[in-house]
Each structure stands twice: as structure tokens, then as C-alpha cells.
């Protein structure tokens, strides 16, 4: 009502009939007139406080949903949220130092850089004179969460006690996700570590930069990191000016993020484009990394079967991986689910990113759901998320992406080396201190293996062709055993070996001794020629 979106309310065809009662309202006669509403709008967002800002945060990238006066607006909560004083900030930071601020730092800007829902972040320069960041949490910011979320807990408990339909959204979980995630936000120790993170995991790539933190100077609340400069990465004019080719800027971001969430699995999952700019030789630069998240082995091995499946259009298989990783009942018909994914998907292939609305197809996909009792999985919320948030900044940048055709080879390569010899090789690389601590025990193994399979004697009342034919059996099972284990050894020898000589000097898998692949290649001509054949 102090903002005027009782208007929203009153729209409503339930209470149009009531309409007139506004303008007999006392506080419409004390209100500010001639606000727009996507001003009014931002304002109630902002006074409800941090997850409602976060909420308006990810609605500013869908251009596709809402109307552009809303859209822009909007955008302004990234890093526009009215900020705390400064000389609070200067008071947070020196009784977490314990110390004046003199001491810490050769100058300090009282005005902050930018403001935002959990904390917000001012200039500064060390006493070498290097030039940094301050991050501090807004202080009794956590009470203000805690209340939110305690609503929130309430809300999802009703809805999950009298609505079928919202249990099958699983809204508690969903919640409690979410509460961890926001808690998170708030320990800037753990945001500082996750940066550092994802700093080492791009350290030799070209496509996402990301600023060093300060451990000396970094507190719970308190974050020191390298000063990055570099143009808005929604300031798209900016951009062209600067001679950035979007198009590539944009295929780079579709690159970033399926190598973050499937080769590194730890991705940045607020990529709203307030935390995100671009240097003037194209490449990305992250900031604020409150929110990240990590996929389960499982969940990611579907998830790319999902989206290859989709890639290729073969909605049985995409239809089949729901119901294996149990995202669909079981007892679920394949044929009617893949009829209802192929009617939903189909439409929008062959189409560039302009012309498709992902809120939309989510939309369609949650209905389809729905009828086949598809249940929400909490633990893909943030990836969710982020894909939209990852879908909004290609809008923007280049809307005749073709995500399909840009994401398709990257996920195949990721495919292959999760499910081909690489895999395999780097599975027992990886375990090769395991394999050392067991080889001693293998000849025992061996050993015992070939004893078990030894007939004892002749049983009793047996023919001597039963007794002729289990003799052969069980030299045959003796001959494979025995194949089978000298070529896991032989396998095992090579990665041993080469794990050795890695840890004493580093050497490429091209440089490898000659010893150590003919070992391996002997030992895997062993274990494949080792399987029964149909002779057997």
C-alpha cells in the first residue's frame, strides 16, 4: 500500500468489484503520484528485504517474461540496493581486525563501489599500494534472513500439508536448499575460499578471469580481493565500442558454464549480470561468489545424458533417463513420456535464442510434470537457476545464439572422456595409491582364487562324463581367472608406474616411458581377450 501496488491487487478479477474502495483510502491521499509502477515495483522489492532483492535480481534478465520498463528497472538491484553508511563500514571492518583501519589500509573510500542485498563492497589500497576491494556483510543482516526464511518454512508447510499438487513440489526441501545456500552467502570466509576455487580452476584459460583474495586482510565478514576493472557486461554499447565480437562473448559464456558445471563441477551460481563484466580483450570477469554450487556424480552423468539425448532429439532416451534416475516414477510409460517431452521440445530447434523463451519452456515442462507425477529435485534448483540467469545474458549480448549447435560438441567431448579408455585410465591413475597399498596382497589373492575353483574329489553317484564336462568348466573358469588377473596387475604395474615417476618429475602422458605402455597395452589385450568367447 505505500508504494501503490494495492493496484496489482485490485486488478484481480476476484476484487474488481471492490475497486472503488482504493480511492477511498486514506493512504492514496498521502502517497506520491505519477510513480511508475517498475519504480513502486523495485521499491517493495527492497524493502522486503535481501531474498525478495535476489528474487527481483534474476526477474531483471527475463527480458522474454517481463515488459522492458520492468525489466531495466530491476536490473538496478544487482548492484544498486541503498547502501549503509560508511562510517558503519569503517567501524565493521576495524573491530574485525581488531585494530585501526590505518593500520590495514593506506586509504579507505568511505562511499561504497556498489551496494547489494547481503553486503556491499568499497575501494580501498593497501599499504603497498595496491589497489583492492572491501566486501562487508550488512550487519543485523542475518536476524532479517533468519525471519524471511522462518515465513517461508511456514508457507511451504501449509502448502505441503493441503495440496497434493505442492507436495509433489517438494517446497519444504526446496526451502531448506535454499536456507543453506543464503546462510552460506553470509560467512565471506567460505565465498573467499570458493573463489580461490574457481580461480585455480580457470588459472590457464582464457575465457573467465577471476580476481585474487587477500587471505591476511579476509574475515567472516569482512573480504579483501584484487581490484578488477572492466566494462558491464549488460553494458552492451559499451561493449561494442570496445570492439568485443558478441558473438563470441556470447558462445564463451555457453563454454563457461557446461565447463564449470561438468568438467569442474563447481559453478558460479548467481551469474545475474551485476557480478559479471568484460575486460577489452573479451574475456569474462566474475565477481561475488556467495553462491556456488556442485552437482552429484549421478546428477551429472544424467544431466548430460539429458542434454545430448536433446541435442539429437531422441526424446526416448531423454524419457528413459528420467525414469532411471528416478526423477519419474518407475512404473512411468516410456512411449506416452516421451510423446508429451518431443511435443514440448520440438517446436523450438533450429530456432536462435531470440526466439525462444526458456521461462516458457519450463513452463510447459513443469505442466507435462505434473501429469506424469514428476517430482521437483532440490538439489538442481541453483542449476536452474543459473541456466536461466546464463539464457538471460546471451538474450542481451547476442540473440542469434544457437545454443544448441554451441553446447552439442562440448557435451559430446565430455561424454566420451567420462565413458571411454581415458576414463578408465584416469579412474585407475587416480586410485594408484590404493593399487599400491593392495599389489603385495595379489599373489595371495591369486592364490586363493585358483584354489577355490579346484574340484575336491569326485561326488558321489556321479557319471564320469558329468565329471569329464565339470573338469573342462572348471579349467576353463581357472584359465580366465588367471587372464583376467594378470591383466588388471599388468594395468595396475602401468599406472603405478607412472604415477611414480609423475610425483618426481612431471612428464606428459606423450612423454611416457615406453615400459609403462606396453604394460598397460598388454594388459588390456589380456582382459579383453580374457572374456568367454562362444566357444566356451
Same mark, same amino acid.
Given at each position: 500500500?505505500?508504494?501503490?501496488?494495492?493496484?496489482?491487487?485490485?486488478?484481480?478479477?476476484?476484487?474488481?468489484?471492490?475497486?472503488?474502495?482504493?480511492?477511498?483510502?486514506?493512504?492514496?491521499?498521502?502517497?506520491?503520484?505519477?510513480?511508475?509502477?517498475?519504480?513502486?515495483?523495485?521499491?517493495?522489492?527492497?524493502?522486503?528485504?535481501?531474498?525478495? =532483492?535476489?528474487? *527481483?535480481?534474476?526477474?531483471?534478465? @527475463?527480458? !522474454? &517474461?517481463?515488459?522492458?520498463?520492468?525489466?531495466? #528497472? $530491476? /536490473?538496478?538491484?544487482?548492484?544498486?540496493?541503498?547502501?549503509?553508511?560508511?562510517?558503519?563500514?569503517?567501524?565493521?571492518?576495524?573491530?574485525?581486525?581488531?585494530?585501526?583501519?590505518?593500520?590495514?589500509?593506506?586509504?579507505?573510500?568511505?562511499?561504497?563501489?556498489?551496494?547489494?542485498?547481503?553486503?556491499?563492497?568499497?575501494?580501498?589500497?593497501?599499504?603497498?599500494?595496491?589497489?583492492?576491494?572491501?566486501?562487508? =556483510?550488512?550487519? *543485523?543482516?542475518?536476524?532479517?534472513? @533468519?525471519? !524471511? &526464511?522462518?515465513?517461508?518454512?511456514?508457507?511451504? #508447510? $501449509? /502448502?505441503?500439508?493441503?495440496?497434493?499438487?505442492?507436495?509433489?513440489?517438494?517446497?519444504?526441501?526446496?526451502?531448506?536448499?535454499?536456507?543453506?545456500?543464503?546462510?552460506?552467502?553470509?560467512?565471506?570466509?567460505?565465498?573467499?575460499?570458493?573463489?580461490?576455487?574457481?580461480?585455480?580452476?580457470?588459472?590457464?584459460?582464457?575465457?573467465?578471469?577471476?580476481?585474487?583474495?587477500?587471505?591476511?586482510?579476509?574475515?567472516?565478514?569482512?573480504?579483501?580481493?584484487?581490484?578488477?576493472?572492466?566494462?558491464?557486461?549488460?553494458?552492451?554499447?559499451?561493449?561494442?565500442? $570496445?570492439?568485443?565480437?558478441?558473438?563470441?562473448?556470447?558462445?564463451?559464456?555457453?563454454?563457461?558454464?557446461?565447463?564449470?558445471?561438468?568438467?569442474?563441477?563447481?559453478?558460479?551460481?548467481?551469474?545475474?549480470?551485476?557480478?559479471?563484466?568484460?575486460?577489452?580483450?573479451?574475456?569474462?570477469?566474475?565477481?561475488?561468489?556467495?553462491?556456488?554450487?556442485?552437482?552429484?556424480?549421478?546428477?551429472?552423468?544424467?544431466?548430460?545424458?539429458?542434454?545430448?539425448?536433446?541435442?539429437?532429439?531422441?526424446?526416448?532416451?531423454?524419457?528413459?533417463?528420467?525414469?532411471?534416475?528416478?526423477?519419474?516414477?518407475?512404473?512411468?510409460?516410456?512411449?506416452?513420456?516421451?510423446?508429451?517431452?518431443?511435443?514440448?521440445?520440438?517446436?523450438?530447434?533450429?530456432?536462435?535464442?531470440?526466439?525462444?523463451?526458456?521461462?516458457?519452456?519450463?513452463?510447459?515442462?513443469?505442466?507435462?510434470?505434473?501429469?506424469?507425477?514428476?517430482?521437483?529435485?532440490?538439489?538442481?534448483?541453483?542449476?536452474?537457476?543459473?541456466?536461466?540467469?546464463?539464457?538471460?545474458?546471451?538474450?542481451?549480448?547476442?540473440?542469434?545464439?544457437?545454443?544448441?549447435?554451441?553446447?552439442?560438441?562440448?557435451?559430446?567431448?565430455?561424454?566420451?572422456?567420462?565413458?571411454?579408455?581415458?576414463?578408465?585410465?584416469?579412474?585407475?591413475?587416480?586410485?594408484?595409491?590404493?593399487?599400491?597399498?593392495?599389489?603385495?596382497?595379489?599373489?595371495?589373492?591369486?592364490?586363493?582364487?585358483?584354489?577355490?575353483?579346484?574340484?575336491?574329489?569326485?561326488?558321489?553317484?556321479?557319471?564320469?562324463?558329468?565329471?569329464?564336462?565339470?573338469?573342462?568348466?572348471?579349467?576353463?573358469?581357472?584359465?580366465?581367472?588367471?587372464?583376467?588377473?594378470?591383466?588388471?596387475?599388468?594395468?595396475?604395474?602401468?599406472?603405478?608406474?607412472?604415477?611414480?615417476?609423475?610425483?618426481?618429475?612431471?612428464?606428459?602422458?606423450?612423454?611416457?616411458?615406453?615400459?609403462?605402455?606396453?604394460?598397460?597395452?598388454?594388459?588390456?589385450?589380456?582382459?579383453?581377450?580374457?572374456?568367454?568367447?562362444?566357444?566356451?
Amino acid at each position: 500500500m505505500r508504494h501503490g501496488l494495492d493496484e496489482v491487487v485490485l486488478a484481480m478479477h476476484l476484487f474488481r468489484p471492490l475497486r472503488f474502495l482504493a480511492y477511498l483510502s486514506p493512504w492514496r491521499w498521502f502517497r506520491e503520484e505519477d510513480v511508475p509502477r517498475a519504480i513502486r515495483i523495485r521499491r517493495v522489492l527492497e524493502d522486503l528485504g535481501p531474498i525478495f =532483492v535476489k528474487f *527481483g535480481q534474476i526477474l531483471s534478465t @527475463r527480458r !522474454d &517474461l517481463l515488459p522492458d520498463d520492468i525489466a531495466i #528497472e $530491476l /536490473a538496478h538491484l544487482q548492484d544498486r540496493v541503498p547502501s549503509f553508511p560508511g562510517e558503519q563500514a569503517r567501524q565493521l571492518v576495524e573491530k574485525a581486525y581488531k585494530k585501526p583501519l590505518s593500520e590495514a589500509f593506506a586509504h579507505f573510500e568511505a562511499e561504497p563501489l556498489a551496494s547489494a542485498s547481503i553486503a556491499q563492497v568499497h575501494a580501498a589500497q593497501l599499504l603497498d599500494g595496491e589497489d583492492v576491494v572491501v566486501k562487508i =556483510v550488512r550487519p *543485523g543482516i542475518e536476524s532479517t534472513i @533468519r525471519g !524471511d &526464511l522462518e515465513l517461508m518454512y511456514t508457507v511451504a #508447510e $501449509l /502448502a505441503e500439508r493441503y495440496s497434493k499438487e505442492a507436495r509433489r513440489l517438494r517446497p519444504l526441501e526446496v526451502v531448506a536448499e535454499y536456507e543453506k545456500t543464503i546462510i552460506d552467502e553470509l560467512d565471506l570466509m567460505r565465498e573467499a575460499a570458493s573463489a580461490s576455487q574457481l580461480r585455480r580452476n580457470f588459472e590457464d584459460s582464457s575465457l573467465l578471469y577471476v580476481p585474487e583474495v587477500h587471505w591476511p586482510l579476509t574475515r567472516t565478514n569482512v573480504m579483501v580481493m584484487e581490484r578488477i576493472s572492466g566494462t558491464p557486461i549488460s553494458d552492451v554499447k559499451g561493449l561494442l565500442k $570496445l570492439g568485443v565480437d558478441l558473438q563470441q562473448l556470447a558462445e564463451s559464456g555457453v563454454e563457461i558454464f557446461f565447463t564449470q558445471v561438468f568438467r569442474h563441477n563447481f559453478f558460479h551460481a548467481d551469474m545475474h549480470p551485476g557480478n559479471i563484466f568484460v575486460s577489452p580483450e573479451g574475456q569474462y570477469i566474475a565477481v561475488d561468489f556467495g553462491i556456488m554450487g556442485t552437482l552429484s556424480p549421478e546428477d551429472q552423468r544424467y544431466l548430460a545424458g539429458n542434454f545430448l539425448a536433446f541435442f539429437h532429439r531422441d526424446y526416448r532416451k531423454v524419457a528413459e533417463l528420467h525414469v532411471e534416475s528416478g526423477w519419474v516414477p518407475a512404473g512411468t510409460r516410456i512411449d506416452e513420456f516421451e510423446s508429451a517431452i518431443r511435443t514440448v521440445c520440438e517446436p523450438i530447434f533450429d530456432r536462435p535464442l531470440k526466439d525462444i523463451s526458456f521461462g516458457h519452456l519450463l513452463l510447459r515442462l513443469f505442466q507435462t510434470a505434473r501429469r506424469f507425477n514428476m517430482q521437483v529435485q532440490p538439489q538442481l534448483v541453483l542449476l536452474q537457476k543459473t541456466l536461466l540467469n546464463i539464457e538471460g545474458l546471451g538474450r542481451q549480448l547476442y540473440p542469434e545464439l544457437d545454443l544448441w549447435q554451441t553446447a552439442k560438441p562440448f557435451l559430446e567431448r565430455w561424454m566420451s572422456e567420462q565413458l571411454g579408455v581415458r576414463s578408465l585410465v584416469k579412474s585407475l591413475k587416480d586410485n594408484s595409491t590404493f593399487w599400491t597399498e593392495k599389489f603385495p596382497e595379489m599373489p595371495q589373492l591369486l592364490y586363493e582364487a585358483l584354489k577355490r575353483n579346484q574340484p575336491n574329489q569326485l561326488m558321489a553317484g556321479e557319471s564320469p562324463d558329468s565329471f569329464e564336462l565339470l573338469r573342462r568348466e572348471i579349467r576353463r573358469a581357472n584359465q580366465r581367472t588367471i587372464r583376467v588377473v594378470i591383466g588388471a596387475v599388468l594395468l595396475i604395474c602401468a599406472v603405478v608406474l607412472l604415477q611414480g615417476l609423475s610425483d618426481y618429475a612431471p612428464v606428459k602422458w606423450a612423454n611416457a616411458p615406453v615400459l609403462t605402455w606396453m604394460l598397460g597395452g598388454l594388459g588390456a589385450l589380456i582382459l579383453v581377450f580374457a572374456w568367454p568367447s562362444h566357444k566356451d
